[in-house]
């Protein structure tokens, strides 16, 4: 509800006119009249528009003119929200959106003053006023004139205890030791705070803190999340991020390598890395959806990502209409979705100097495995040699002269087929549950009577290929249902087929084991080799499992021989419960009346075929790895090649090649079965427009986002980073800076910031230090009678921020507190100690969650690892994010459950136990251990009156025969329990 009487003294100053448009009557307008009379023309009532001066000006449906300027009682608005006939008044009454008394009033002295409109403030850009008083802190000249002009007073410098405190966990999310915060309490030099400050920003714990907020908008999250909520590999990218930040890396940059790192110039690994940012969306992987509606519902997700993000607002309001209250069109939400659905979504394994020197001795050791082979034949050279001739004998009878053939026309459903030089055909793009090659040939070459499809992988498939499939059923794999040939629109016969890969039986995921064998005599017949492509059954077919290395080739023979000089179709059907097509193949065709699947590398069968003495080197390899007497010799050498070094996996974006854009549709009612007219690229237009002269793409999305005419960058961000030092931020809604968004209560110092943002290069660091070295953020916390009475919320921002502590920050403090917080940085998710149960019982995608041993036991909670069906239950219960969308505000609520937590969580437990540990060590004396554990969770000493109480607490604790760790355990809980412990001071 719009509190009109409050924003009167708490927001925008006025602009000549007692009514100020931006500040008193656009809130009303928004909230009460745009629903029906704005932007969406779908959605529009009586043909009257109020959110344009000129439509406003003019007359409705109804012929009357809605807003006369300096004549309310002429205006059939004033008259309306005024009546009391259920049938006038307007808002209408089965709208429930009362108009207060305060808001008519509001509307009828706008309209008195001449109705004058204004542009939005969020919408103008920012501008860096005159500061109001010199030779102070540029934050405290702006919040200390709105102080003077409300008649309040700045609340006084809180004690340095305090200080240290809020300044360590503001900065690194951390408390200070005893000893640290004494250092600075008992440093008297006159900088001394700065120092500190400086300090605090060069630690490396300040990435991690930090790295944990942007994470809530980047969704971040360990599991892929919807029914099977599987594993997925992606915290390079969190480890991208605490290092950019630790870094100082300028914001923009910072961004842009997130949206379109892999479109920068000379693009590196790392930039590769922080493009995971748009790879945190869910995957459902759930059996019998389509993969193309999930990754239309994943672009959704990252348009309301990034408007939440960098732009503070709320595009997915668009997916299935105009804005009922922002400028945004439908068709521009779609426009901007297609700034960012030209990109493919790889498995990136980063390349470092350590694997390279891995995959370099790698390459030697299968040399040398290599060199090493013919010696250990059994019988030496001469027995080697005889049964090498004999090979040779037989394999050349076997062997068969293949000529690859090229298409002469390629098309297909979805996939995007292209050439390759060695005449093989590489697949890319997106894939469906039912598709289908059309492939055509035309050459010289008559007699055909075997036509050969070799697949083999390669690196930019999934998996390494030879297939497509990236999802639900074996990665990298292929199924293709059926083969089918034709001249001139007549179906050409094919016999029978054969394959090198007929020993293995069904498999619909990487998880599954290929079926054990049955006995020869009650051999079934089967159902995916190559014979079954000719069956005329979808549900049977060809399948070949995807990984690196993998080479395999079917055969088939054509129950006619086949003139190639008039034309040849082929047509390859890939269907099953996923998506499942091929992605590296070669046709090949042979005159041969022996032909057969070999399994021999095509290579060594054009060598066998041809007698090529001059491939002796290479025949005799292909002898030793498959002479029988050789499996044992062979084996480490065939491992080896199957199993090279590789970088961390991680997800990344990739955008698609020039030559096979995705198109972009405006979807009707936000709905993916409902696709209309293809929308170009572009942003809202009610915004600057993209550069005439860039590419509309992610890249100069990117850009623009950071260009000196958007008004919404820098002021989003500024404001993000004051709520978190200040609880609110300038703006309340961090997510939301369109019109129904409260007005900020200090725009000047929100603009000023903005700018300075900028003009500091868009330091994150420098925009902190600004931010912590004021007077406005070292005031003291406590609340007078007179601020509770005229600023409860703390709006003109009278008094330091207290609010409770975010879920990692509470446990990571009891963990210092401890004594037993780990330092180790980086690396895959850790599992502290929690219940078993909470991701194996009543959850899809069971998860057996093993609490990781030793330092891992005791990592900060940015390293958690996070499961989007069942986090962790610790940061649930505190109000931590799931990963399953994107949070520019955490809730902050207020449970037993919490206290419950902080006393029994075996990870709270454990603290309190490793704490009274090293305080019996530490102290001699009960006051001295009482203030040692006081200190370390508070860190201030204790006042006498809390004294008495903890050693009156103690005393309890004594009467039920608890003595020495289990005491001093006890008193340790109870203080972690403290609300203080919790609490921002």
């Not at 419950?900 to 004396?925: H, P």
Request: aromatic share 8%; hydrophobic share 40%.
């Amino acid at each position: 509800m719009i509190r009109h009487a409050f924003l009167f003294c708490l927001a925008l100053p006025a602009t000549g006119f007692a009514v100020d448009f931006n500040r008193d009557v656009r809130p009303v307008l928004a909230q009460h009249c745009f629903k029906c009379h704005g932007m969406d023309e779908h959605g529009r009532k009586g043909k009257l528009r109020l959110d344009l001066r000129d439509s406003a000006m003019g007359k409705g449906k109804s012929g009357e003119l809605a807003i006369v300027p300096g004549k309310p009682d002429a205006s059939e608005l004033i008259k309306r929200v005024f009546s009391t006939d259920e049938d006038e008044v307007m808002p209408p009454p089965h709208t429930k959106a009362f108009l207060p008394e305060s808001a008519k009033n509001i509307l009828k002295a706008w309209i008195a003053e001449g109705a004058p409109y204004e542009a939005h403030w969020a919408y103008v850009p920012p501008k860096q006023v005159q500061l109001p008083k010199a030779g102070i802190h540029p934050i405290d000249a702006f919040i200390q004139d709105r102080l003077k002009k409300e008649g309040l007073q700045p609340s006084a410098e809180a004690d340095r205890y305090t200080l240290v405190r809020r300044v360590y966990l503001d900065l690194i999310g951390l408390p200070p030791t005893p000893a640290e915060a004494d250092a600075f309490v008992n440093d008297k030099s006159p900088d001394a705070y700065d120092k500190l400050v400086d300090a605090l920003l060069a630690s490396k714990q300040y990435g991690e803190r930090w790295a944990r907020r942007w994470l809530d908008l980047a969704r971040y999250a360990d599991t892929n999340g919807f029914e099977k909520d599987r594993p997925r590999q992606i915290w390079p990218y969190r480890d991208w991020v605490v290092r950019a930040l630790n870094a100082d890396m300028p914001f923009d940059q910072f961004s842009i390598k997130q949206l379109a790192g892999d479109m920068l110039p000379n693009a590196t690994p790392e930039d590769l890395i922080a493009t995971g940012f748009h790879r945190n969306t869910m995957l459902n992987e759930e059996g019998g959806i389509d993969p193309n509606e999930y990754r239309f519902y994943a672009m959704v997700d990252r348009v309301g990502v990034t408007g939440t993000t960098w732009m503070g607002l709320t595009m997915n309001c668009c997916q299935c209409h105009t804005h009922k209250y922002d400028p945004i069109l439908h068709t521009d939400y779609y426009r901007t979705l297609a700034l960012l659905n030209n990109a493919s979504e790889p498995t990136y394994f980063i390349p470092t100097p350590e694997i390279e020197a891995q995959q370099k001795a790698h390459a030697e050791k299968i040399a040398q495995l290599e060199a090493e082979l013919p010696a250990k034949f059994p019988g030496g050279t001469a027995a080697m040699e005889s049964r090498f001739a004999g090979w040779l004998e037989g394999e050349s009878h076997r062997a068969s002269k293949w000529e690859v053939i090229r298409p002469t026309g390629m098309k297909t459903t979805m996939p995007h087929l292209e050439q390759e030089a060695d005449g093989f055909i590489l697949g890319s793009g997106d894939i469906s549950k039912s598709d289908v090659y059309d492939l055509s040939f035309k050459a010289p070459i008559k007699g055909v009577r075997a036509l050969r499809i070799e697949v083999t992988s390669h690196p930019s498939l999934p998996n390494d290929g030879p297939g497509l499939t990236n999802y639900e059923g074996p990665l990298g794999g292929f199924f293709m249902s059926e083969l089918q040939a034709s001249q001139n629109g007549k179906g050409v016969k094919i016999a029978r087929a054969e394959d090198t890969n007929d020993d293995e039986d069904d498999r619909i995921s990487d998880a599954s084991a290929p079926k054990a064998k049955a006995k020869a005599a009650a051999k079934p017949k089967k159902k995916n080799n190559a014979s079954a492509t000719l069956d005329g059954e979808m549900s049977s077919g060809w399948q070949v499992l995807g990984g690196y290395g993998v080479q395999h080739a079917a055969v088939f023979h054509f129950d006619q021989p086949v003139d190639l000089t008039s034309g040849f179709d082929l047509k390859m059907l890939f269907e099953k419960h996923f998506a499942c097509p091929l992605g590296h193949f070669r046709i090949s065709v042979t005159t041969s009346d022996h032909a057969e699947a070999t399994g021999l590398p095509a290579e060594v069968e054009e060598a066998l075929a041809s007698d090529d003495k001059l491939k002796r080197a290479m025949l005799l390899q292909s002898f030793l790895e498959s002479a029988p007497e050789m499996e044992k010799a062979a084996k480490p050498l065939l491992i080896a090649r199957k199993t090279p070094p590789r970088g961390q996996a991680t997800l990344v974006m990739n955008e698609r090649p020039a030559n096979n854009p995705r198109i972009t549709h405006r979807y009707h009612r936000g709905e993916y079965l409902q696709p209309k007219e293809a929308v170009s690229p572009g942003v809202p237009a009610f915004l600057p427009a993209l550069p005439k002269d860039a590419p509309a793409n992610r890249y100069t999305f990117a850009k623009w986002l950071f260009a000196p005419e958007n008004p919404l960058t820098a002021r989003v961000t500024v404001n993000r980073q004051w709520q978190a030092f200040f609880g609110r931020g300038i703006v309340k809604s961090l997510e939301d800076f369109g019109y129904q968004s409260d007005p900020p209560s200090h725009p000047e110092l929100l603009d000023w910031l903005a700018v300075e943002f900028v003009k500091q290069g868009w330091s994150v660091k420098k925009l902190h230090r600004l931010i912590v070295t004021s007077a406005t953020y070292k005031q003291g916390s406590r609340i007078t009678p007179e601020h509770a009475q005229k600023d409860p919320e703390n709006i003109l921002f009278a008094r330091g921020a207290r609010f409770r502590l975010d879920a990692e920050v509470i446990r990571d403090s009891a963990l210092k507190a401890a004594g037993v917080l780990s330092p180790k940085m980086g690396g895959p998710g850790v599992y502290p100690p929690q219940p078993v149960s909470v991701t194996s019982e009543g959850t899809y995608g069971k998860f057996e969650w093993k609490t990781s041993e030793g330092e891992d036991h005791f990592r900060r909670s940015l390293y958690t690892f996070t499961k989007r069906t069942a986090p962790f239950a610790m940061a649930t219960t505190f109000d931590a994010p799931t990963g399953e969308s994107c949070l520019a505000k955490r809730e902050v609520s207020n449970s037993p459950l919490q206290a419950l937590t902080l006393l029994n969580d075996q990870m709270f437990m454990e603290a309190a136990q490793a704490m009274a540990k090293q305080v019996i060590a530490e102290s001699q004396s009960d006051d001295e251990r009482l203030q040692n554990i006081f200190r370390r969770v508070a860190t201030r000493p204790a006042a006498p009156d809390e004294l008495a109480m903890l050693k009156a607490f103690l005393q309890k604790q004594r009467d039920k025969k608890l003595a020495d760790e289990a005491l001093w355990t006890d008193v340790s809980r109870a203080a972690l329990n403290l609300d203080e412990a919790i609490t921002h001071p």
